[in-house]
């Protein structure tokens, strides 16, 4: 009996061991087969997917996701041809640049030569390439190169006096992103009719001077009179929205050249908070803007002196070739007189956040490098009113700045001439310029303030607001409000104003005391928007304070006159 009790005891343990093995091999293989479902779709997963599945944060330092594509196989075949290159660009190059040199020669030049020009033994290098999907009918392909070359380039400078100065450019660094525009594509071969080159992006560009057997101090200003000229002519010659056009089969590609497309209209309104870069006094700040950065092509303010909250309010025009790429640069100076003027900091815009036909209103915070974006550094703001018309605009926004165009709502904004006309004795018609003169009533209503700051040992203030038109030195002033932060007045000022183009509203809060008045902040208005809208409301921060707002309603009445100039 304890026999057949023994057998089946062993025959259900065997049958519990070969279950537990067959259902243990079982989960293994569906482990086995989820794993390698989960690296077959990791696989499948595109740079987008796992953008999409991980935040940047999630991600390593070192993790770079790049549309580059790698050409150590091109490389490696441009070291063994470049000495075949280098003989046949020569020449090429030198004949290309030497009629841009003449053209940005310095005024303290008589001639501008090359005597020498050789492109050296070392190959740039291709570091990268991307396809740029930019929904054109064509290919537009850009590659990075890096040149850190040693040529051998020497210009012979000959200066008024008939002093004759043999300068070597030397040490050359060279980092750059260039592209290449396939278009249009065609049917025949080699299936693209033209080949347009530019230099998209110049990251860096390095070189020095020096006078072979002799100083470049010798002649003060010698050395950035050249330095300029040659990055000028760079700028100039091949630097993005400037592409040269390389026809491949016979046609028409006019399409494909540098063209205006519009005009930027900038009114620098202020900064405030501005770096103190001198020790005794404060700074004298001016601005530099442009588009391209080309001399002829910049703008310069006026210089504020001894001023870290600076008001320009000062009008600049801009001629855009490509709204998609280019931006707008402002530079804040510290003058220095004789010496050279200091940076204070910098900022960009891109042109392509603005709306064509509209005008845009913002504060740019000052970093001290375009390039270094993690400046943490308070450098100050700012600010600036933008306006961008393409050519051409056919809405009810059209462009201001075209001829023969009617008033318009924008033109009224903005210190436009129009073109107007006048019969001859003959019949035909003259054209002079008019100048547009924008006249009228300015209603404000200063409805309310918010959170001001205490300015009495009780907690409280007796604010009142005063008005001021900066042009024209009107002043006005609401009734004091006693022991509020939250001030009630709605009274309305009336203001005439003769140019509203360059006038400016101030409103200065102050406390009233007995014995005199404590400074609560202030706000600074152009005239843009009401010019604009005809009539708003709306709320401003007080700058110069720790708090406080201002409620404010604004009409414009217009009452525009015109002014002819031969």
């Known amino acids: 009996m304890s026999f057949v009790i023994g057998v089946v005891i062993g025959i259900v343990f065997g049958l519990a061991i070969i279950v537990a093995f067959v259902k243990s091999e079982n989960a293994r293989s569906k482990q086995r087969t989820n794993l390698a479902s989960g690296i077959a779709a990791f696989a499948r997963m595109t740079v987008d997917d796992s953008r999409k599945i991980f935040t940047p944060e999630h991600y390593p330092s070192w993790v770079v996701f790049s549309n580059q594509q790698k050409l150590t196989w091109l490389n490696s075949h441009l070291e063994k041809i470049w000495p075949y290159v280098d003989e046949a660009a020569s020449e090429l190059v030198k004949a290309n640049v030497e009629p841009i040199l003449e053209q940005y020669r310095p005024v303290i030049l008589a001639s501008l030569t090359f005597s020498k020009f050789t492109l050296g033994t070392v190959a740039p290098q291709f570091t990268g390439i991307s396809i740029i999907e930019d929904g054109s009918e064509g290919i537009t392909m850009e590659l990075e190169m890096q040149w850190d070359g040693n040529p051998s380039i020497i210009l012979d400078i000959k200066t008024y006096l008939g002093v004759a100065l043999p300068v070597q450019v030397k040490n050359i660094g060279f980092t750059g992103i260039f592209r290449l525009i396939f278009r249009p594509l065609v049917n025949e071969f080699p299936c693209f009719g033209a080949v347009c080159y530019s230099l998209r992006q110049k990251k860096k560009l390095d ?107 000062e009008h600049f025009e801009f001629v855009v070739e490509d709204p998609l790429t280019q931006h707008l640069v402002v530079k804040i100076y510290d003058d220095e007189g004789l010496q050279s003027a200091e940076l204070i900091g910098c900022a960009h815009i891109r042109l392509s956040e603005l709306e064509p036909g509209k005008v845009k209103d913002i504060w740019l915070k000052l970093v001290k490098d375009l390039e270094i974006q993690r400046d943490q550094k308070n450098r100050g703001q700012v600010h600036l009113e933008l306006l961008y018309c ?140 009401v010019l604009t809208e005809g009539e708003y409301k709306d709320t401003y921060e007080l700058a110069e304070a720790k708090s406080g707002k201002l409620n404010l309603h604004l009409k414009w009445n217009p009452q525009p006159i015109y002014r002819d100039h031969q």
Not at 398 to 406: D, M, R, W
Not at 465 to 477: D, P
Request: proline content about 6%; some cysteine; charged content about 30%.
């Open 390 to 529: 393409p050519n051409g605009m056919t809405n009810g926004l059209s462009n201001p700045f075209a001829k023969n165009e009617s008033m318009t709502s924008l033109e009224r904004v903005l210190k436009n001439g129009a073109e107007g006309k006048e019969a001859s004795s003959n019949g035909s018609e003259n054209r002079k310029r008019r100048e547009v003169i924008v006249r009228g009533v300015l209603s404000v209503t200063v409805i309310s303030a918010d959170d001001l700051p205490p300015a009495d040992i009780t907690g409280k203030a007796d604010p009142y607001v005063v008005l001021i038109m900066k042009k024209a030195q009107i002043r006005n002033k609401t009734r004091v409000v006693n022991e509020s932060l939250n001030p009630e007045w709605n009274q309305t000022f009336d203001f005439v104003v003769e140019d509203g183009l360059h006038d400016m509203l101030m409103l200065e809060v102050w406390d009233h005391d007995t014995f005199g008045k404590d400074f609560m902040g202030k706000c600074i208005l152009t005239l843009t928007r």
């Open 207 to 313: 070189f020095t001077l020096k006078v072979i057997g002799g100083d470049m101090t010798a002649i003060p200003g010698l050395s950035d009179a050249i330095e300029g000229t040659i990055r000028d002519a760079i700028e100039d010659s091949i630097t993005w929205p400037v592409r040269k056009v390389i026809p491949i089969l016979p046609g028409d590609y006019s399409d494909l050249e540098l063209k205006p497309t519009g005009v930027l209209e900038v009114k620098l309104v202020q900064a405030k908070e501005l770096t103190n870069k001198d020790i005794i006094g404060k700074s004298d700040p001016y601005a530099k803007l442009y588009v391209r950065p080309i001399r002829d092509r910049m703008k310069k303010s006026k210089i504020i002196n001894n001023d870290l909250n600076p008001i320009w309010n």
